[in-house]
């Protein structure tokens, strides 16, 4: 689909919100930018969401990670110094 | 329609050590980005993570109830190059709970987009409303 046709289809946007939206879109991988000469047509990429999705499956696993690694490097130091071990 | 990330780990630490590392923006930065937060209810929340595209979260605390239960509002700021849509209806909850000197934490992020209709279904209304709530919401907190 052109821009020019998507945006026949949201006459309550206006034509630079829809080329930001569309811009922010391809940013995301949402949707798929082909040229023909110097028209754009876009695509919507479906399966974008599932890759957004595992993206932050991935980043969760890895932050709650290390977070596991400085809140129990945190409380060993904290116990450490009440029971006087003087751990670093 | 909508889907949830939901993790689960157990920490040698108590609740209360755990907790800090939410609130406090010199300890969420050591596991997750920089960050900049007001840790009320209401009160923002950004997070510049340091891995990848350099993606920034966007979002606000919506409860906190002390070494217990945070939730709080997930969106992405747009990022060139990094997955997904400001998905700004979701939301990340957070449960601690003790267990002799650990600590359970459970993780559940909830109303992210599970699938896009087709070209001719609501798929592109669909991502341009999305995309107009986050813009409205911006000009609001800026």
Redesign the interface.
């Given at each position: 689909?052109s821009a020019g046709e998507?945006a026949g289809?949201?006459p309550e946007?206006s034509r630079p919100?829809?080329s930001q939206?569309l811009r922010?879109?391809a940013?995301?991988?949402?949707?798929e930018v082909r040229r023909v000469g110097n028209r754009r047509f876009y695509?919507?990429r479906?399966e974008?969401?599932a890759?957004?999705?595992a993206?932050?499956?991935s980043?969760?696993?890895?932050?709650?990670?290390?977070?596991?690694r400085?809140?129990?490097r945190?409380?060993r130091a904290?116990t450490g110094d009440q029971d006087g071990e003087g751990s670093l | 329609m909508s889907?949830t990330?939901e993790?689960t780990?157990r920490?040698?630490?108590?609740p209360e050590?755990?907790w800090r590392?939410f609130t406090d923006p010199a300890?969420l930065a050591?596991?997750?980005g920089t960050a900049e937060l007001d840790a009320r209810p209401g009160g923002a929340l950004r997070v510049a993570?340091h891995?990848g595209p350099c993606p920034v979260m966007r979002g606000r605390f919506v409860e906190l109830v002390p070494y217990e239960r945070l939730v709080f509002t997930f969106a992405w700021e747009?990022?060139?190059?990094?997955?997904?849509?400001p998905?700004e209806a979701s939301r990340v909850e957070v449960t601690l709970t003790p267990d002799g000197d650990s600590t359970e934490?459970t993780?559940r992020?909830s109303g992210?987009?599970?699938?896009?209709e087709?070209?001719t279904g609501g798929?592109?209304?669909h991502?341009?409303r999305r995309?107009?709530e986050t813009?409205e919401r911006e000009q609001a907190v800026s």
């Open positions: 689909m998507i289809r949201f946007i919100a829809v939206h922010t879109l940013a995301a991988r949402l949707v695509r919507l479906p974008g969401l890759e957004a999705v993206f932050l499956e980043m969760w696993s890895t932050s709650l990670g290390r977070l596991q400085e809140a129990e945190e409380e904290h | 889907r990330i993790q780990l920490i040698r630490a108590r050590t755990v590392f300890r050591r596991w997750w993570m891995e747009a990022t060139p190059g990094a997955p997904g849509l998905p934490l993780l992020h992210l987009p599970a699938a896009l087709e070209e798929g592109w209304a991502l341009f995309l107009g813009a």
